[in-house]
């Protein structure tokens, strides 16, 4: 992690890992989306909503990844001074939150003709829309203050103490036995899932991660820039 | 630890006397009390059913009013400044302040509220369960609305993001707050809560200083 403590040295590397991971992405996408819309069985019972899964499963397990990758993150300003730290979790909680959105409201399409209803106040649907209110608070904290180190320090706080929900969000099918179906890929006695659905929901999970992390270096990037810019700024009125 | 009390007895006289404490959290309690019967209509079964709940509710948002006023004043008028610089560390002063708020507004709204609750029907075989459970929730409330008062301490507007920041915390306090007084539990159920109350009062007593503190430092680097 030291190598990218120099900004430069990131650019270095991520401008040279930007093209591949785009193809990549774009590759992975063609052919989970292949998969998953037409080499895949419909469910005996859902039906072609089964499909929705594709889009679901990955988005959320991606929203408490991410939330843990900024809570990291927050550690590692907080313990190493690490330079980037901040501006990886803070480039890092929009992405989230997205993904956070994404996974409530294709919820909501499925639960709809599932069952019956778009929201149940079930245990892992209001962890899941507390983990959404943390990714806004933690961005309000970014925005609220006008002083960049000040709401960097603050936003570590929020990240880290914030991160107790997310084991909630993870075990909440297991202590609390609501409606929402409980973890059925890992688990005792291996998946509980048919290969044939497996296969491309893996697909998908590998498709969203690379675009995760493709649009997470965007981000970092632009926001090393800003900084710059800031930076830049602050001299020339020193200057002048 | 005299310096632990000395702030702890400052926060608690300043808490009970200056305006917009204590007393006006329980104005802003009663206020909520007559609203929501009016905005339910004054079905008493109804009213009965909700009224933990409608309890719960009204508390939590009396604490989180209140949190700005545990370090914004003191940051303002550079008392902050003061408490930073002696030998006491600042975690310990900000679970000083926390405990003064706890004692000041929490504590007494909490023995007040299940009595205040008759007034929507609530059935009083649960009040002494009510009434457990909102005291052991209160601090984990008050101990909570510290780290957002202290994150939000220099913010002139900070009232919004206060909630923001706390809300999502203060889920896990209300559910098994009110999942101790409903009905269909029953006596082994609300045991079970408060077990876990407990047990969300010392997650946030061990998570409250560092936090407050680490909030604080931030202002005063």
């Known amino acids: ?70 809570a990291v993150a927050s550690a590692m300003a907080l313990i190493f001074r690490h330079p980037l730290a901040d501006a990886a979790a803070k480039a890092a909680a929009p992405l989230g939150a997205a993904f956070c959105f994404l996974a409530l409201v294709t919820g909501s399409i499925w639960g709809k ?46 990240a880290l103490v914030g991160v107790i929900n997310i084991p909630i969000v993870k075990f909440s099918v297991n202590w609390w036995n609501t409606l929402h179906q409980p973890a059925s890929i890992v688990r005792a006695g291996g998946p509980a899932i048919d290969k044939s659905i497996l296969w491309p929901l893996g697909m998908m999970f590998m498709a969203f991660t690379l675009l995760f992390i493709s649009t997470h270096l965007v981000a970092l990037k632009n926001e090393v820039r800003a900084r710059k810019i800031r930076a830049e700024k602050l001299k020339s009125m020193g200057n002048s | 630890m005299i310096a632990f009390t000395a702030i702890l007895k400052r926060d608690i006289i300043l808490g009970l006397r200056q305006g917009g404490g204590a007393g006006a959290a329980l104005a802003f309690m009663l206020s909520v009390l ?59 002063v900000t679970l000083a302040k926390a405990l003064a708020h706890w004692l000041a507004v929490g504590l007494p709204l909490a023995i007040i509220a299940p009595l205040l609750g008759i007034l929507i029907n609530i059935d009083t075989t649960a009040l002494p369960i009510l009434m457990l459970s909102m005291i052991l929730g209160s601090l984990s409330l008050s101990l909570l609305a510290s780290i957002g008062g202290a994150i939000t301490a220099g913010l002139r507007r900070g009232g919004l993001l206060v909630a923001l920041l706390i809300l999502p915390l203060y889920v896990p306090v209300l559910v098994f707050g009110v999942s101790a007084t409903s009905a269909e539990t029953g006596p082994t159920g609300s045991f079970s809560s408060l077990l876990v109350q407990v047990a969300i009062t010392m997650v946030s007593l061990v998570v409250q200083p560092w936090a407050s503190a680490a909030a604080l430092r931030a202002y005063f680097r």
Do not use: C, K
């Open chain 1, 113 to 158: 003709p599932m069952w019956g209803t778009w929201w149940v106040w079930d245990a892992r649907l209001t962890s899941m829309f507390v983990l959404m209110l943390l990714y806004l608070g933690y961005m309000a904290v970014w925005r609220a203050f006008d002083d960049p180190h000040r709401a960097a320090s603050l936003a570590r706080i929020v």
């Open chain 2, 34 to 92: 007559v609203l929501i019967p009016l905005a339910l209509g004054p079905d008493q079964n109804l009213l009965r059913r909700l009224a933990p709940g409608i309890m719960w509710l009204a508390l939590l948002l009396a604490v989180l009013l209140t949190s700005e006023r545990i370090f914004q004043l003191d940051y303002e008028d550079g008392t902050l400044d003061a408490l930073v610089g002696i030998s006491l560390p600042l975690e310990l």
């Open chain 1, 1 to 70: 992690m030291q190598i990218f403590a120099n900004p430069n040295r990131f650019f270095q590397i991520a401008d040279r890992a930007m093209p591949v991971l785009w193809v990549a992405t774009l590759v992975a996408f063609v052919v989970a989306l292949y998969f998953a819309f037409f080499n895949s069985p419909a469910d005996y019972q859902q039906g072609e909503t089964v499909r929705i899964m594709y889009v679901h499963v990955p988005s959320a397990s991606l929203a408490l990844f991410v939330y843990v990758l900024m």
